[in-house]
């Protein structure tokens, strides 16, 4: 958990505004959802796949954002001309 948490203050000095955001999100997923049904007695099927796909589309989410920007923040082969 220490580690989780030097990990995130990386990140809110990395990322600003929505990806900062989608991250932080993304992160409360893992922490309140995931790691504590992972480490459960008795997993409750239903709800860990909901977990699951949840965790998925925030990823996909936050993988999208960060397309984008690095899309948006590089120059474009077009512009180098």
């Given at each position: 958990m220490k580690r989780i948490g030097s990990l995130s203050a990386?990140?809110?000095e990395s990322f600003k505004g929505d990806l900062l955001k989608q991250v932080r999100h993304l992160m409360r997923i893992l922490i309140d959802e995931v790691y504590p049904e992972m480490i459960a007695q008795e997993?409750?099927?239903?709800?860990?796949?909901e977990i699951k796909e949840r965790t998925r589309v925030q990823a996909g989410q936050?993988?999208?954002l960060l397309n984008l920007e690095r899309s948006t923040a590089?120059?474009?082969?077009s512009d180098l001309r």
């Open positions: 990386n990140l809110r997993r409750n099927e239903a709800r860990w796949n936050l993988s999208d590089s120059p474009q082969m």
